[in-house]
């Protein structure tokens, strides 16, 4: 793992003001660095090339897959960082699956329309309009999450997953700093 730490936080816009921004505001009150998304960044830089960074300076990503992860190609694009990252040794990665079984095959939720996979339409229309390498990067990056043991977030328990995770990361990066 890198030295140093910290925690991004990769999930959907429309998630952000709820249990991730709750988790991320705990982390720094803990004194750990985290960074979510765009709203976390400098203004006036490049946003892909700032989310590339702070997800190569942190140790650690939390991942919130829900039904709606497919819809943002550019959030895609950040999980297939992450699993590059986590490949090279210098990365963890934490996946909560919100409304979403970790038991599903992800990558069936993607192209399998009749397993009424949440993914199954974002990625029609992304075969049409990206490469065959990126599409396939991105399917191979969500299977790649679904095999991670991971919190399954459901309704009612979001206090209780937020304290395990925050805990959990709060021990772990102190003893690695």
């Known amino acids: 793992m890198a030295a140093g730490g910290g925690v991004f936080i990769c999930c959907c816009r429309e998630l952000r003001s709820g249990f991730p921004d709750h988790l991320c505001a705990g982390l720094r009150e803990a004194g750990l660095t985290a960074v979510m998304g765009g709203g976390d960044l400098p203004k006036g830089v490049n946003l892909r090339d700032a989310i590339r960074c702070a997800i190569e300076d942190s140790t650690f990503s939390v991942v919130i897959l829900s039904p709606e992860f497919a819809s943002s190609q550019f959030r895609l694009d950040e999980l297939v960082q992450i699993k590059e990252q986590h490949a090279a040794g210098t990365h963890a990665c934490l996946p909560v699956f919100f409304h979403i079984s970790p038991d599903d095959d992800c990558a069936t939720l993607v192209v399998d329309s ?21 599409v396939h990067a991105w399917i191979q990056a969500i299977a790649w999450l679904a095999g991670i043991s991971g919190w399954v977030l459901a309704a009612g328990r979001s206090v209780s997953i937020y304290l395990t995770i925050h805990t959990w990361l709060r021990f772990y990066l102190f003893q690695t700093i």
């Open 114 to 134: 009749g397993s009424g996979g949440c993914f199954h339409d974002c990625f029609n229309r992304y075969k049409t309009q990206f490469t065959y390498r990126r």
